[in-house]
Structures are given as structure tokens and as C-alpha cells.
Nanobody, 127 residues
Framework: EVQLVESGGGSVQAGGSLRLSCAASGYATMGWFRQTPGKEREGVASITGGPTTYADSVKGRFTISKDNAKDTLYLQMNDLKPEDTGIYYC??????????????????????????WGQGTQVTVSS
């Protein structure tokens, strides 16, 4: 049974930082998604062996990384904003999932490309 277990969520003031972790191993593509109040779930960041993709709303603030020795996926979130509040999900796919836009290709941020999902962890950012 596949298990993706997120940790590291919590409450922080605007401008603060949090680091999310996801225990998982052996997946070619991994990513973080979030569901914010009143919106559909959206892709935040994804990673394959090395390349990464970020949603425009988090570029320059969030960093996704993998520690293969620890079988852990991370999302370092800096300069958090109230609009970052939501439930954050770890996701994984068995194969390489990429998409191309404007002549540039990178790891997918499409929900349909991911096979497995964690239960989610709450992130709350207060102003």
C-alpha cells in the first residue's frame, strides 16, 4: 500500500517560513499541491530527478527538493502570505510526468498526472 505522509504544517504570521516534509521513496515525479479556501486544488511545485516547476504565485518564495538518502520530499516556504493558507498535499507518480509550455518543458503540475496522494497538512498564514 502506497503511503505518502506529510508533516510540517502549522500556523505562522505573514512573512514567516515553514518547511513541509513528505516521507516517500522510489517515485520518478513528486510534487506539492494545495487547496486554498474557495478554490480548486492547484499545483504548487514539482520535481523529477533534478528539474523543477513552480506555480507563478510561489516562484522565488518556495523551494522544492528531494533527499533520496532520507526518502523525503521537502517544500521550503519563505515569505509566506495569507493567500498561501490552505491544505497542502504531497503527490507522486511512478513515471516521468512532464509538460511543455512556450517551448520549455518541465515536471508536470497537473493533478491528472499524479498517481498517489497524501492526506494533506494544514498551513495557516495570518496577517
Amino acid at each position: 500500500e502506497v503511503q505518502l505522509v506529510e508533516s510540517g504544517g502549522g500556523s505562522v504570521q505573514a512573512g514567516g517560513s515553514l518547511r513541509l516534509s513528505c516521507a516517500a521513496s522510489g517515485y520518478a515525479t513528486m510534487g506539492w499541491f494545495r487547496q486554498t479556501p474557495g478554490k480548486e486544488r492547484e499545483g504548487v511545485a514539482s520535481i523529477t530527478g533534478g528539474p523543477t516547476t513552480y506555480a507563478d504565485s510561489v516562484k522565488g518564495r518556495f523551494t522544492i527538493s528531494k533527499d533520496n538518502a532520507k526518502d523525503t520530499l521537502y517544500l521550503q516556504m519563505n515569505d509566506l502570505k495569507p493567500e498561501d493558507t490552505g491544505i497542502y498535499y504531497c503527490a507522486a507518480a511512478n513515471g516521468l510526468r512532464t509538460f511543455c509550455r512556450g517551448g520549455s518543458c518541465g515536471p508536470s503540475l497537473q493533478e491528472r498526472d499524479f498517481d498517489y496522494w497524501g492526506q494533506g497538512t494544514q498551513v495557516t498564514v495570518s496577517s
